[in-house]
């Protein structure tokens, strides 16, 4: 494994992946809707990220897809998965290689904890 990848074993499978440069990249455009989203879940999303691991863990290598988590946890989009996207780029989770239809048919990712 070189710097940059996250690898993951589970089982007698290991799962490598490269991990994305997401260094400086705004979650939205910089515009003041944006701005007072991120201020207005400041205070709660230490709770939010760790209801995301939490659940995410709780599937084991099954793992969840973001319209899992947000369906488990009865939380939006825009609020679910910025916290997994958190939780990617602080490497507690990783994509799997499998796939899963969406509650609308649409193939999704599916992330595990590490």
Not at 23 to 48: F, H, M, N, Y
Not at 77 to 89: A, C, D, I, K
Request: hydrophobic share 40%; proline share 7%; aromatic share 4%.
């Amino acid at each position: 494994m070189t710097q940059g990848e996250l690898s993951l074993t589970v089982g007698r499978v290991v799962f490598e992946h490269p991990l994305p440069d997401m260094r400086g990249q705004p979650p939205a455009v910089p515009i003041a809707t944006s701005i007072e989203a991120a201020d207005a879940i400041k205070p709660c999303a230490d709770t939010l990220l760790a209801r995301v691991l939490e659940y995410i863990r709780s599937q084991g290598t099954f793992g969840a897809t973001d319209d899992e988590c947000q369906a488990a946890l009865n939380m939006g989009g825009s609020t679910q998965r910025p916290r997994r996207v958190e939780l990617f780029q602080q490497g507690k989770i990783c994509m799997a290689p499998a796939m899963r239809r969406t509650r609308t048919g649409r193939n999704a990712n599916v992330w595990v904890a590490v």
